[in-house]
């Protein structure tokens, strides 16, 4: 369960998982960089990260590419909806976001 709350306190981390649970199909790396608009190494690093936690299966596609799923969509976007409300964790991305200026 650490490496689980461990990987939400990232929020790419997070914008990551979301697509995957809301994909049902999986994705690959190229596709989740587009679709979190982060460079493809830093999502390869944040499905590692969720692979590692048991959140994302990783699986091979027929064209030989690394296919990412979540296993239990519904349950994973309840997780991070409330996670997401969580007031301390809307006060660490904003310092965050700051930060980053």
Same mark, same amino acid.
């Given at each position: 369960?650490? *490496?689980v709350y461990?990987?939400?306190?990232? *929020?790419?981390a997070? *914008?990551?998982? +979301?697509a995957?649970a809301?994909s049902?199909?999986g994705?690959?790396?190229g596709? #989740?960089? *587009?679709?979190?608009? +982060?460079? +493809?190494?830093?999502t390869? &690093? @944040?499905v590692?990260g #969720?692979v590692e936690?048991?959140?994302?299966?990783?699986s091979l596609?027929v064209?030989?590419? @690394?296919?990412?799923k979540?296993g239990e969509?519904g +349950?994973?976007l309840q997780l991070?909806?409330?996670f &997401?409300r969580? #007031?301390?964790?809307?006060?660490?991305?904003?310092f965050? &976001?700051?930060w980053? #200026?």
């Amino acid at each position: 369960m650490r *490496k689980v709350y461990a990987t939400f306190q990232n *929020k790419t981390a997070r *914008k990551v998982l +979301r697509a995957l649970a809301q994909s049902g199909d999986g994705m690959t790396s190229g596709d #989740l960089a *587009k679709s979190v608009g +982060r460079p +493809r190494s830093t999502t390869s &690093e @944040c499905v590692a990260g #969720l692979v590692e936690a048991s959140l994302v299966n990783r699986s091979l596609a027929v064209d030989g590419q @690394c296919l990412y799923k979540v296993g239990e969509p519904g +349950r994973v976007l309840q997780l991070l909806n409330g996670f &997401e409300r969580n #007031l301390l964790t809307v006060a660490t991305d904003n310092f965050v &976001e700051l930060w980053d #200026l």
